[in-house]
């Protein structure tokens, strides 16, 4: 059993066996707006408790919340202090729609540029996705709220999430995609949420070895373990790994039953068919089936009181036992810039032929098939509903003091959202309305509106859904062929991408500048704006490399998306860069790439040991922010062992005023040296080791070296 407090033992001693299951399974919640609920217990003064989604910002049912930018435009910013910061935001809303746990961060690696959830992941590296989930948990710890980190873990993929079985070994499994999990963790983590696959033939909740051993027991995680919605596979595997609470342990009919009271639609039919899609049949399986187990011996009694206790020992670590926490708050003036400042910080500057930033006098032709709404989000249960949103054709006309002129050249490109694909959802109480009537787009009116101005900025996008993958890396549409047509047609063109991850860019060398804005969340527009006329400096740097669709790992049908509910993770360690370094495949744009409206110089780079320290220079006439990245080299490796090229081991994020210099350390603690060996653990190759320092992964400006 977890550590328990004086007070949380008294509580188990007078809760009957009845109670104890109240607290370990999800019921329908009178209010409609939590994601999962447990009723408490009222005899003992054991409070309600709410859990919602998500990591962009509160989805409350029917409620509205600060629609923050995606976790992969969060992780642009390379900034774990500003994680920490959405983070205390969230945390601050959730208190206010009277939430009590957030089901975020999400921390799954992104290991194909495919995945349809990839925007609300971090990074393809683990360790800049550990950095960036360590400081979105404690930010939502910081206002006492229960952070719940997801998906644990190989979640790598939307197609047949729901039965696939990610073949991975151990190694792989420690060193890219276990360290975020861990890092959640050691940053005090409340409660951890199981994958809808399996790894290695075991569904998650069932997975004793990864739950029980690494979770609970080798790394001493005290939260509880929390299934996704309809993911519990069995009574009796799920209770025995250390699976401690089912969600939402109700079905659909369950849930309109009690809201309907009584009237209740039956059941939706067989959902196994449905790519992605969890099957809502499989639930209640801690209620009653528990309560056989336990009297047939299957599950211990003292397996149950471990479950209500972890879960107990969540609610009095926020105060809720205590019914002392604050009201918290909700669009506040300090949440909607927290927004803006997210939004404009990750967005990348990938290429600048001296167009950016623009003359307030310019005129803009701005262009494109969304540019009259704001790209909020992916679809699925991070869909975050703002009280107010800013489009690009907003924002820009509003920062403009030359002539602002609009076209849509395409068809709008549709969002895409899991709630179309459950047939056992009912939404009809989603805000929202009809969509504007405007006449067919025109290329050529584009094209026309980018000749009459200065310049011509064209925002494309993608759309992207939980329970879906993209089918290709191509932008939908006839979006490229407007961007080259209004390349041919002006030499001041700019692209802003606004992509769930890396898209394919085969009109990159053709225009003057390029942005990777990612979904921007609700001030798209505002922070567009900021970028674009260098209010602010583009400060993202890439979280994921972008390449031809054919560069990247995992392109064999076994590997992705899989044959016979079976993935291979055959490419091993060798995902997003370190394919690219080990292949000697030039990407379009590299990990860790981002340019600034500023230049910078290092200089007097040594190392420490376990540290590297360098001096940074701005050499401009203008502010910039530099994001300055240590990777590591490591000596050859024992015969028979592969090792990546390089691998991020730190960042430093520093704001730099014209002629400013600053020194700046990254640490280097000892898994930056290390890799685990399934017999030994983590083990340090004995060598020199070179310490890269630079601007991304392939652009190196000093190296240092340190031994072992």
């Not at 229960?146 to 073949?167: D, F, G, L, M, P």
């Not at 109700?250 to 969890?278: Q, Y």
């Not at 105060?319 to 910080?345: F, Q, S």
């Not at 950016?356 to 989000?377: C, K, M, Q």
Request: aromatic share 6%; with cysteine; proline share 6%.
């Amino acid at each position: 059993m977890s550590d328990t407090t004086d007070r949380v033992e008294r509580l188990l001693d007078e809760l009957t066996r009845d109670e104890k299951f109240r607290l370990v399974s999800g019921a329908a919640d009178p209010e409609r707006t939590a994601t999962g609920y447990l009723p408490g217990v009222e005899r003992l003064d054991v409070p309600e408790f709410r859990l919602v989604d998500g990591p962009l910002g509160v989805r409350a049912e029917g409620e509205r919340a600060t629609a923050f930018p995606a976790s992969l435009a969060l992780a642009a910013t390379f900034d774990p202090e500003l994680a920490r910061e959405q983070g205390a935001a969230m945390a601050r809303e959730a208190k206010a729609h009277n939430q009590d746990a957030l089901l975020a961060p999400g921390a799954n690696l992104v290991r194909v540029p495919h995945c349809g959830r990839n925007f609300e992941y971090f990074s393809e590296d683990p360790q800049l996705a550990a950095d960036l989930t360590a400081g979105v948990v404690e930010g939502i710890h910081d206002e006492d709220v229960v952070a719940t980190v997801k998906h644990y873990v190989a979640n790598n993929q939307e197609s047949n999430r729901t039965r696939v079985s990610a073949e991975v070994d151990e190694r792989t499994l420690r060193e890219l995609y276990l360290p975020a999990f861990r890092a959640a963790v050691d940053a005090g983590v409340g409660s951890v949420m199981t994958a809808y696959n399996r790894v290695n033939g075991t569904h998650l909740s069932d997975h004793r070895e990864l739950v029980s051993e690494v979770l609970k027991g080798e790394w001493g995680f005290e939260g509880y373990v929390v299934s996704d919605w309809y993911g519990v596979e069995s009574t009796v595997g799920a209770a025995n790994a250390g699976l401690d609470l089912e969600m939402p342990g109700v079905s659909p009919a369950a849930i309109r039953e009690a809201d309907d009271g009584g009237d209740a639609s039956p059941d939706a039919a067989d959902v196994s068919s449905l790519d992605g899609i969890p099957d809502p049949t499989k639930a209640g399986l801690f209620g009653e089936p528990l309560a056989e187990a336990i009297d047939d011996g299957a599950v211990s009694a003292d397996r149950l009181d471990d479950m209500a206790a972890r879960v107990l020992g969540q609610m009095e670590r926020i105060g809720l036992l205590d019914g002392d926490r604050d009201d918290g708050a909700i669009d506040t003036p300090a949440h909607r810039d927290l927004a803006e400042r997210i939004a404009a910080r990750g967005t990348v500057l990938l290429e600048n032929d001296d167009v950016l930033p623009l003359d307030d006098g310019t005129d803009v032709a701005l262009i494109g098939p969304n540019v009259r709404e704001a790209t909020v989000g992916g679809g699925g249960s991070s869909e975050t509903t703002p009280f107010r949103s800013v489009a690009p054709a907003e924002g820009i006309d509003a920062r403009a003091d030359g002539e602002v002129t609009v076209a849509r050249g395409v068809p709008e490109i549709e969002d895409v959202s899991l709630f179309d694909l459950l047939p056992y959802i009912d939404d009809s109480d989603e805000a929202g309305g009809d969509a504007e009537t405007t006449p067919d787009p025109s290329i050529d009116e584009a094209v026309a509106a980018a000749e009459d101005a200065d310049v011509a900025v064209v925002v494309v996008r993608d759309a992207t859904t939980e329970a879906r993958d993209r089918e290709t890396l191509e932008l939908p549409g006839r979006q490229d062929e407007l961007v080259e047509a209004v390349a041919d047609a002006t030499e001041r063109t700019v692209v802003v991408v606004n992509s769930s991850g890396p898209v394919e860019l085969p009109w990159h060398d053709d225009v003057e500048a390029l942005l990777a804005a990612w979904y921007p969340g609700q001030a798209h527009g505002d922070a567009l704006a900021d970028v674009l006329y260098g209010d602010r400096d583009p400060g993202g740097r890439l979280p994921v490399t972008f390449g031809p669709e054919e560069a990247f790992p995992a392109t064999d049908e076994t590997q992705y998306p899989g044959v016979d509910d079976t993935v291979e993770y055959a490419e091993g360690l060798f995902v997003g860069y370190r394919h690219f370094d080990a292949a000697d495949v030039e990407p379009t744009y590299p990990f860790g790439h981002g340019d600034s409206y500023a230049e910078f110089r290092y200089r007097d780079a040594e190392s420490l040991g376990d540290a590297v320290r360098v001096t940074v220079e701005n050499c401009a006439e203008r502010p910039g922010r530099e994001v300055v990245q240590a990777y590591v080299r490591p000596p050859a490796a024992p015969e028979g062992v592969e090792r990546p090229v390089r691998e991020l081991a730190g960042t430093a994020a520093v704001g730099l005023d014209p002629g400013e210099s600053r020194t700046v350390e990254i640490d280097l603690d000892d898994r930056a040296f290390a890799r685990y060996d399934p017999d030994d653990g983590w083990v340090t190759d004995e060598g020199t080791y070179t310490v890269e320092v630079g601007r991304s992964s392939r652009d190196v400006r000093a190296t240092v070296e340190t031994e072992r």
